[in-house]
T-cell receptor, first 114, second 111 residues
Framework: KQEVTQIPAALSVPEGENLVLNCSFT??????LQWFRQDPGKGLTSLLL?????REQTSGRLNASLDKSSGRSTLYIAASQPGDSATYLC?????????????FGQGTTLQVKP | DTEVTQTPKHLVMGMTNKKSLKCEQHMGHRAMYWYKQKAKKPPELMFVYSYEKLSINESVPSRFSPECPNSSLLNLHLHALQPEDSALYLC??????????FGPGTRLTVL
């Protein structure tokens, strides 16, 4: 059974700092892994999707990596801004084929202080 | 059109009421999803539709009844809900089973 863990649960950094959010999963036979951002009371915004055959994906100041053998993914945010403050969620498929069933981590709530 | 829309944004209902949530996308996605999210928790999958057919039901109580009338529209019919069903209900869609795009959600309160 796939389990996804995100540590830390909360993170506070000063503006301009580079930071890394961590995501680990128990079943390495994933089909893909997706990173989302969620603002309070809002829906989820897709940030990056990494297919199982890929090692990393980049979008602007964001870079996500995937290491299936170690069961880890990281989301790197460069030059953080107050507008990056939100909860970041990673989600892996449940490991038994590509069915669209995502298992989410508990999220990391990021606060970027001006 | 690159977004998923959900109506209503907020819904308050009594335990004896019948209501429906609506989700729509015009991205040509053939997979659509319903999630439930409680406060400070991650979303939990409820249902998956693929090509307008129900492919996954995560043992959701029958008081929640999904419907996919066409490839762009997904409904969630609600009946005899309990206060503990109060949550944010999120709809998502994807091309095949890849990147999922979420709507803004419906905030449901059951009195």
């Amino acid at each position: 059974k796939q389990e996804v863990t995100q540590i830390p649960a909360a993170l506070s950094v000063p503006e301009g700092e580079n930071l890394v959010l961590n995501c680990s999963f128990t079943d390495s036979a994933i089909y893909n892994l997706q990173w989302f951002r969620q603002d309070p009371g809002k829906g989820l915004t897709s940030l990056l999707l990494i297919q199982s055959s890929q090692r990393e994906q980049t979008s602007g100041r964001l870079n996500a990596s995937l290491d299936k053998s170690s069961g880890r993914s990281t989301l790197y945010i460069a030059a953080s801004q107050p507008g990056d403050s939100a909860t970041y969620l990673c989600a892996a498929d449940h490991g038994s084929g590509n069915t669209g069933k995502l298992i989410f981590g508990q999220g990391t709530t990021l606060q970027v202080k001006p | 059109d690159t977004e998923v829309t959900q109506t209503p944004k907020h819904l308050v209902m009594g335990m004896t009421n019948k209501k429906s949530l609506k989700c729509e996308q015009h991205m040509g996605h053939r997979a659509m999803y319903w999630y439930k999210q409680k406060a400070k928790k991650p979303p939990e999958l409820m249902f998956v539709y693929s090509y307008e057919k129900l492919s996954i039901n995560e043992s959701v109580p029958s008081r929640f009844s999904p419907e996919c009338p066409n490839s762009s529209l997904l409904n969630l019919h609600l009946h005899a809900l309990q206060p503990e069903d109060s949550a944010l209900y999120l709809c998502a869609s994807s091309r095949d089973y890849n990147e999922q795009f979420f709507g803004p959600g419906t905030r449901l309160t059951v009195l």
